[in-house]
């Protein structure tokens, strides 16, 4: 142990999960050996340097500007950070800090978990509900933007109110067990953007040549992920994986056959990459970005209806215009 930490914080570098021990001038002054495992950083090589010195720049400054307020007030605090660790790997962490004082002197006591451990963890256990581990799945996956949530959520909930309605239409003969797997499912549509590095997906101005490659390769990316996670879960979790792959693959394949990534034309998409597709498409419009202002309403209605036949299911997206759009959703824009 550290000669300078006290022997009241000793116990919890025996914790299980990382620990990394802070003091009053933000210099770390010890951790322990789950941290040495997550980071790839020695302790010896650790221990005397500032906590800045961790600090990612694929973390939000939202989030630690959180951080440092939450902690200024005396009081814990608890969130989502990107970390990169030793051998350059993005990792994203739930941390625990939480500030004690010994002898008027005040420490602060780091407890990290990665998110996928905790996430398999869990669900293995069956200690979470799964329409929260796919949601817990997603935002863990894209926390780098702080608008995300709200997309995320938004093409959700807006799938389920689509979906409703295409369930009550027996022209597409759709089961409710069907239905609510791409409810569920449709949050994880975009969790492939993890690999494209920040400043091709925030970019504000237009992409060259070389960085629309990289940003089309993220639904194979999306796969990758999806295969990892349901190799490492409980297989009750993912128990439709085809439905969640056509969604994350194929949401940005166009009927006309010229979207990517392999190209597919009209039914040969599969049909839920086709509803979200749609919808994933409008809250995109409707909602702010790096890179453009928000559309209004009636600019996006416009969109879908030049778009029909072309980059949408003709049918479909004229359902979404007259029985979603059209009948003034409280949850659109």
């Not at 322990?32 to 973390?59: D, H």
């Not at 400054?61 to 440092?68: A, D, E, I, R």
């Given at each position: 142990?550290?000669?300078?930490?006290?022997?009241?914080?000793?116990?919890?570098?025996?914790?299980?999960?990382?620990?990394?021990?802070?003091?009053?001038?933000?210099?770390i002054?010890?951790?322990?050996?789950?941290?040495?495992?997550?980071?790839?950083?020695?302790?010896?090589?650790?221990?005397?340097?500032?906590?800045?010195?961790?600090?990612?720049?694929?973390?939000?400054?939202?989030?630690?500007?959180?951080?440092?307020?939450?902690?200024?007030?005396?009081?814990?605090?608890?969130g989502?950070?990107?970390?990169?660790?030793?051998?350059?790997?993005?990792?994203?962490?739930?941390?625990?800090?939480?500030?004690?004082?010994?002898?008027?002197?005040?420490?602060?006591v780091?407890?990290?978990?990665?998110?996928?451990?905790?996430?398999?963890?869990?669900?293995?256990?069956?200690k979470?509900?799964?329409?929260e581990?796919?949601?817990?799945?997603?935002?863990?996956?894209?926390?780098?933007?702080?608008?995300?949530a709200?997309?995320?959520?938004?093409?959700?909930?807006?799938?389920?109110?689509?979906?409703?309605?295409?369930?009550?239409?027996?022209?597409?003969?759709?089961?409710?067990?069907?239905?609510?797997?791409?409810?569920?499912?449709?949050?994880?549509?975009?969790?492939?953007?993890?690999?494209?590095?920040?400043?091709?997906?925030?970019?504000?101005g237009?992409?060259?040549?070389?960085?629309?490659?990289?940003?089309k390769?993220?639904?194979l990316?999306?796969?990758?992920?999806?295969?990892?996670?349901?190799?490492?879960?409980?297989?009750k979790?993912?128990?439709d994986?085809?439905?969640?792959?056509?969604?994350?693959?194929?949401?940005?394949?166009n009927?006309?056959?010229?979207?990517?990534?392999?190209?597919?034309?009209?039914?040969?998409?599969?049909?839920?990459?086709?509803?979200?597709?749609?919808v994933?498409?409008?809250?995109a419009?409707?909602?702010?970005?790096?890179?453009?202002?928000?559309?209004?309403?009636?600019?996006?209605?416009?969109?879908?209806?030049?778009?029909?036949g072309?980059?949408?299911?003709?049918?479909?997206?004229?359902?979404?215009?007259?029985?979603?759009?059209?009948?003034?959703?409280?949850?659109?824009?």
């Amino acid at each position: 142990m550290c000669k300078n930490i006290p022997k009241e914080l000793t116990y919890y570098l025996k914790l299980g999960d990382a620990v990394v021990i802070v003091d009053e001038n933000q210099f770390i002054i010890d951790i322990n050996q789950q941290y040495e495992t997550i980071t790839g950083y020695k302790r010896e090589f650790l221990i005397g340097l500032s906590i800045e010195s961790l600090k990612s720049s694929a973390t939000p400054f939202v989030m630690y500007k959180s951080l440092k307020h939450t902690l200024r007030k005396g009081q814990p605090w608890s969130g989502t950070m990107v970390n990169i660790n030793k051998s350059l790997e993005l990792r994203y962490s739930f941390i625990t800090i939480t500030p004690i004082e010994i002898k008027e002197i005040v420490y602060y006591v780091g407890v990290m978990r990665i998110a996928e451990q905790l996430l398999i963890e869990e669900v293995n256990q069956n200690k979470i509900d799964q329409k929260e581990v796919f949601k817990l799945l997603a935002l863990s996956t894209e926390m780098r933007d702080v608008n995300i949530a709200e997309h995320l959520l938004n093409v959700q909930k807006l799938s389920e109110e689509f979906l409703l309605i295409l369930f009550e239409d027996r022209t597409y003969n759709l089961s409710l067990d069907y239905v609510s797997k791409i409810i569920d499912f449709s949050v994880l549509h975009d969790i492939g953007k993890t690999g494209i590095p920040e400043s091709i997906l925030y970019k504000t101005g237009p992409l060259t040549v070389y960085e629309k490659k990289i940003m089309k390769m993220h639904p194979l990316m999306g796969v990758d992920v999806l295969n990892k996670l349901t190799n490492e879960m409980d297989n009750k979790v993912f128990d439709d994986t085809k439905i969640a792959e056509n969604i994350i693959k194929y949401h940005h394949e166009n009927w006309d056959g010229t979207g990517y990534p392999k190209g597919l034309k009209g039914e040969e998409i599969p049909f839920e990459a086709r509803v979200i597709s749609i919808v994933d498409v409008y809250d995109a419009l409707v909602s702010n970005r790096a890179y453009k202002k928000a559309w209004t309403k009636e600019e996006a209605l416009s969109y879908l209806k030049e778009q029909k036949g072309i980059k949408f299911d003709p049918n479909l997206v004229e359902v979404f215009i007259e029985k979603v759009v059209g009948k003034n959703s409280i949850i659109l824009k």
